[in-house]
């Protein structure tokens, strides 16, 4: 089992950032991929940035330039910086950790942007 553990969402007004973080903990193991989902209400969930253990990373198209995600392998930590944020990006957020077969979920946290 793995438990992720979520942190820094808010409200914020557009143009603003956000920087969100998830720690993971549990049975980890070295070669993963986290990352952040989000889901806004009547929308499915999307994938908004993926980081592999190795550093590769993969972005929404929608967030490209203006959100990075990070992560520090001893903390078992991922990050995402949100800069220049827009009311679109209101949503829930959530932590992913998948290795292997194995996809566990943060419970989420609220982002939102106020125009």
């Known amino acids: 089992q793995v438990q992720l553990v979520e942190s820094g969402g808010g409200l914020v007004q557009a143009g603003g950032s956000l920087r969100l973080s998830c720690a993971a903990s549990?049975?980890?193991?070295?070669?993963?991929?986290m990352g952040w989902y989000r889901q806004a209400p009547g929308k499915q969930r999307e994938l908004v940035a993926a980081i592999t253990s190795g550093g590769s990373t993969n972005y929404a198209y929608s967030v490209k330039g203006r959100f990075t995600i990070s992560r520090d392998n001893a903390k078992n930590t991922v990050y995402l910086q949100m800069n220049s944020l827009k009311p679109e990006d209101t949503a829930v957020y959530y932590c992913?950790?998948?290795?292997?077969?194995?996809?566990?979920w943060g419970q989420g946290t609220q982002v939102t942007v106020s125009s």
């Open positions: 549990g049975n980890i193991f070295s070669i993963n991929t």
């Open positions: 992913n950790y998948l290795v292997g077969p194995y996809n566990y």
